[in-house]
């Protein structure tokens, strides 16, 4: 069992940055990728970025460049690092934990909410 909790949403200006965090507990295997996704008013959840236990990053188009996912090395913590923030990045961000060790699980934390103002 794996409890996810986000923090370090907010209201921020276009242009701006934030760093969002996500506390990962329980019993929670070497073997994992972890990300971060989010949902804006009226849209379906997209994947904003993951990263792999081995340090393998994938992140959206809309991101790179921007956007900088990292975990720390107890791999225990997620990291998004946002810059050059825009309107458009407003959104509930969640983070994403994806465990195959023994069987496929999967995580989801409550989200923290980022607005961008223009």
């Known amino acids: 069992q794996v409890q996810l909790v986000e923090s370090g949403g907010g209201l921020v200006q276009a242009g701006g940055s934030l760093r969002l965090s996500c506390a990962a507990s329980?019993?929670?295997?070497?073997?994992?990728?972890m990300g971060w996704y989010r949902q804006a008013p009226g849209k379906q959840r997209e994947l904003v970025a993951t990263i792999t236990s081995r340090g393998s990053r994938n992140y959206a188009d809309s991101v790179k460049g921007r956007f900088t996912i990292s975990r720390d090395n107890g791999e225990n913590t997620l990291f998004l690092q946002m810059n050059s923030l825009k309107p458009e990045d407003t959104a509930v961000y969640y983070c994403?934990?994806?465990?195959?060790?023994?069987?496929?699980?999967?995580?989801w934390g409550k989200g923290t909410l980022v607005t961008v103002s223009s």
């Open positions: 329980g019993t929670i295997f070497s073997g994992n990728t």
């Open positions: 994403n934990l994806i465990d195959g060790t023994f069987r496929r699980r999967e995580f």
